[in-house]
């Protein structure tokens, strides 16, 4: 049987609205109110942007809204998205000294939203671009969070900036792959609209190579920014994989980003394969648009999976199930359908996942959603640009600092050179290429404003996560080495 | 058991807390409320000549997101007819006999006040207390703080009262003045049984800064008010020391100020007090607050192995001088307790940019991992030799004992700046070098 939509339009938007309700301004107040200013402040360390959380906390707890929120998007353009769907626990609330204090750290991603909120609310712009321009042109390839995180900078130095994207809209994954509990694509849309008021221009539907050339992208603008993303689902290798209903996991999740929820076509019973974050937000949407059953099936055991602890409370929350050291041998059909996928047992020897013989059964499913990684777009990009070096991973290679790549004045930044992180690596990223190719183009270093919790160190600011950021695995190793 | 009952200047109640004169003693309704919630005593709102109050009449200093640090009122005196004011005074009285009911008066001439003191003896009442305090609409009349700003005056009123009562009289005095113990040294000249303080601070609480008017705003306009609640405590701890401490006054002393809990309640006995007053917790949070007052100040004075409220009223008053007595070789320093410390910096922040400059950020390897959620992070260390032992770190660190402030021996004698200026005068030694 094709898959089809499930429930009302009423019932879809309650099960799939936001997760946490925005904060009321008391609500606000109360919580900024818990931050204890720190000087030199760890959660600023763990932030991958380096926003100056005390001073954007402080501005709520003294009324200033629009204060906070001119904090947040100058460190971080992305702040409304990110305040969303950062993994806040292994970030700035992971280093927060109040979790120390209290057992329970200050709120930060949402009282991010709430300063950020408020100007998007209010239709105040906090950012600004200079009216002159100093007649440098950047192309930038991707309208994700690298390329926004770019393009926003770049045009506050003055730049003109042109954004080139395939899909019909702009924000990438933030607008058309974040679970939609999480954020609505509206949040996104929002940034992107912002970011066209500091002057950047986007082209959408283009596909880089054929609509536009490299040697036009090479007349006509003085640097190209890369910041294209990773490619499609990994093949499963198995056969059955090329059935109608085997998705690769976020093509469902732009299915919820393009259609009314109560349009989008969900099975009875779903199996998402693997157990990484996009896999969590899979199965929970799955289950949140009426499946009967959602069930991850993964290879290894659970304390060996990508998905953050957190992020596999709330599937199972949702009411999603687990079938852990479990792999698909085989996608089975009736009628051209998926009807159901033989899965075996495993076990992991010498590291080496192993199918345990005659471990096998069949399971009915009428839809698989594949979350086993992202390709590299290795071979297109080589294609693209000659030259370009490559990691053994696929990835990049790139200038840490300046994020320049190995081909004259393409810098690079997000999924494609990382392998795949965080919203707020990628927005950090697109900046500090922003700052490489002003420096190549200009000589001039920017570096970011000095944080007023810091205002007074004789040595200088001791430690911000733009330039060395701090995670929560890396602190708790740390401690327990 | 301690025994929490007081007699204060002839006035009996069965413990030290009186509910002050106020919006919450206005009728006699809210006095057995108060009684069978546990109060002690009541001083009735002020009873005069009925004035005519405006609507919209209190506002508040909110901190932090916590309501009513401080509170502010434009309220006038009882705008009841002291006719109903003494009537229910003698239905409480009649009702609570063993409970302080206390009439707080004010009028204006010689006649008036006798009248006045006269029916509130008639009504049983078990003592007066004398509003000199209140700080707007009736000092504009000649009465209020006008009266009580002016030593002379004030006295030539207690006088007045003192020739026609029979019951005790409390002088309540007014903060808004340069010294109060000027105002209660002319309470005692004029034969005052004991004071009452403080009455309200003038005050303006906020502007509100889409109207910029203050509140309580009264169409448009608005006016100065009388400002009490826990931000006053500190003030009025102050005046009620320097009142028990001096030799001239001599007399019992209600206190009241910012008064909430067991906790203020005991330190404005230590400081002095033998009864005490609340209004603006009781506002806040009704009569019921009292419970814990009692059960508290019970405990506490078990704890401490004091028999009686009087017993230990005053118990601090003599810890204060003036400072020219305070040893200047006495030595106190930070310590940092690293096991307790999360990483915040308050104190090294406070220090450089608020204090002194002796707290150093520094390799966190000599402290293991370091405290705090960051290994590696730099840590504040105290340099001894230069901390002065001002307090400002152990204040603004977030973590209870985490910085102690330690006394450091010495080894030198007791020397106050009396002593430094003696002996200059002397010629015994040299002046000592200011600090670099």
Same mark, same amino acid.
């Given at each position: ?481 | ?210 109207? +910029? ?6 169409? &448009?306009?608005? $006016?100065?008010?009388?400002?009490? %609640?826990? /931000? #006053? @405590? ?62 508290? +100040? ?6 401490? &192995?004091?028999? $009686?409220?009087?017993?230990?009223? %005053?118990? /601090? #008053? @003599? ?118």
């Amino acid at each position: 049987m094709p898959i089809q939509p499930l429930l009302d339009a009423e019932t879809a938007a309650r099960n799939m609205a936001e997760k946490q309700p925005r904060y009321s301004p008391q609500e606000a107040l109360i919580e900024a109110n818990r931050c204890l200013f720190c000087f030199d402040a760890p959660c600023i360390m763990a932030c991958p942007t380096g926003i100056d959380i005390p001073s954007f906390i402080k501005k709520i707890a003294n009324e200033n809204p629009t204060g906070s929120a001119r904090t947040i998007l100058t460190a971080n353009v992305l702040g409304a998205s990110c305040a969303r769907v950062c993994p806040t626990e292994v970030l700035c609330e992971g280093a927060c000294v109040v979790l120390d204090l209290e057992g329970d750290p200050v709120k930060i991603g949402r009282l991010q939203r709430y300063a950020t909120d408020y100007v998007f609310d209010h239709h105040i712009d906090v950012l600004h671009a200079p009216a002159k321009k100093n007649g440098k042109r950047v192309a930038i390839l991707g309208a994700g969070p690298a390329g926004l995180g770019c393009a926003a900078e770049l045009a506050q130095l003055g730049y003109e900036v042109t954004v080139f994207d395939k899909k019909k809209e702009g924000g990438g994954l933030n607008t058309y792959g974040i679970a939609y509990y999480k954020m609505p694509p509206q949040i996104s849309l929002d940034e992107v609209k912002m970011i066209e008021r500091l002057g950047v221009k986007f082209h959408y539907g283009v596909e880089i190579g054929q609509d536009l050339t490299m040697a036009e992208l090479e007349k006509n603008y003085d640097a190209i920014f890369l910041a294209l993303g990773l490619g499609g689902a990994n093949r499963l290798g198995i056969p059955g994989e090329d059935l109608l209903e085997v998705v690769d996991a976020l093509e469902f999740i732009e299915w919820i980003h393009t259609k009314p929820l109560h349009e989008v076509p969900v099975g009875r019973r779903v199996a998402v394969l693997g157990c990484g974050n996009t896999a969590i937000d899979a199965v929970s949407q799955a289950k949140r648009l009426g499946a009967d059953l959602a069930t991850i099936i993964y290879r290894r055991g659970a304390d060996d999976m990508p998905a953050y602890g957190f992020e596999y409370e709330l599937a199972k929350n949702d009411g999603a199930t687990f079938h852990f050291h479990t792999i698909p041998t085989e996608v089975l059909a009736e009628n051209g359908h998926v009807k159901a996928l033989r899965l075996a047992k495993t076990e992991t020897r010498e590291g080496k996942v192993q199918i345990i013989p005659g471990s096998e059964w069949t399971e009915e499913f009428d839809l698989v959603l594949k979350a086993v990684g992202q390709e590299k777009q290795s071979r297109a990009f080589e294609k693209l640009f000659p030259g370009l070096k490559l990691d053994r991973k696929g990835r990049v290679e790139h200038n840490p600092e300046t994020m320049a790549t190995s081909v004259p004045k393409l810098f690079v930044g997000g999924d494609c050179a990382n392998g795949g992180r965080e919203v707020v690596n990628a927005v950090a990223e697109g900046k500090k290429a922003a700052r490489g190719i002003n420096a190549l183009l200009t000589k001039q270093k920017v570096t970011g404003p000095v944080q007023p919790s810091r205002h007074g160190t004789k040595d200088g600011a001791l430690g911000s996560g733009f330039n060395h950021p701090i995670r929560v695995p890396e602190l708790l190793a740390a401690m327990n080495s | 058991m301690a025994d929490l009952s007081i007699n204060f200047a002839g006035i009996k109640s069965p413990n030290p807390f009186w509910i002050a004169s106020g919006p919450p003693s206005n009728t006699a309704y809210q006095s057995h409320r108060a009684f069978e919630a546990g109060w002690g005593g009541i001083v009735w709102k002020t009873i005069g000549d009925p004035i005519v109050n405006v609507s919209s009449r209190y506002s508040a200093l909110n901190l932090g997101g916590q309501r009513m640090v401080g509170f502010n009122n434009i309220e006038l005196i009882s705008d009841r007819s002291p006719e109903t004011n003494f009537r229910e005074i003698k239905e409480v009285k009649d009702r609570w006999p063993n409970h302080a009911v206390i009439a707080s008066l004010m009028v204006d001439t010689r006649e008036r006040w006798h009248e006045f003191v006269k029916r509130s003896a008639d009504c049983g009442a078990d003592g007066i207390e004398l509003n000199f305090g209140c700080p707007h609409g009736m000092c504009e009349r000649g009465m209020g703080s006008a009266v009580g700003q002016n030593p002379d005056v004030a006295e030539t009123i207690v006088g007045w009262v003192m020739e026609a009562t029979e019951i005790p009289v409390i002088v309540k005095l007014t903060p808004n003045i340069t010294n109060v113990v000027y105002a209660a040294r002319a309470a005692k000249r004029a034969g005052a049984d004991a004071i009452s303080l403080i009455n309200t601070i003038n005050s303006i609480t906020n502007v509100n800064l889409d109207t +910029l008017t203050p509140e309580p705003a009264v169409r &448009g306009l608005s $006016s100065h008010g009388g400002y009490c %609640g826990p /931000a #006053v @405590k500190p003030i009025a701890l102050n005046m009620v020391q320097s009142c028990a401490a001096d030799p001239e006054v001599n007399l019992p002393i209600s206190g009241i100020g910012g008064i909430g809990n067991w906790r203020d309640a005991a330190e404005f006995l230590a400081l002095g007090s033998l009864s005490l007053q609340v209004c603006t917790a009781v506002m806040h949070y009704g009569f019921r607050i009292v419970e814990d007052m009692n059960e508290g +100040l019970s405990d506490y004075l078990d704890s401490k &192995g004091y028999k $009686s409220v009087a017993d230990f009223s %005053g118990a /601090a #008053v @003599k810890s204060l001088s003036d400072w020219q007595y305070l040893d200047l070789n006495y030595k106190r320093v930070a310590r940092i307790d690293y096991d307790k410390c999360i990483g915040c910096n308050l104190c090294y922040i406070a220090c450089e940019d608020g204090a002194h400059q002796c707290i150093d950020l520094v390799d966190s390897a000599p402290y293991g991992l370091g405290p705090g959620r960051v290994p590696g992070k730099p840590v504040p260390k105290v340099r001894e030799e230069d901390c002065v032992g001002c307090n400002l770190c152990s204040i603004v660190c977030p973590v209870d004992d985490c910085i102690t402030m330690v006394e450091i021996e010495t080894g030198r004698e007791r020397f106050s700046w009396n002593d430094y200026q003696t002996r200059l005068a002397k010629g015994e030694m040299e002046p000592l070098p200011a600090h670099p």
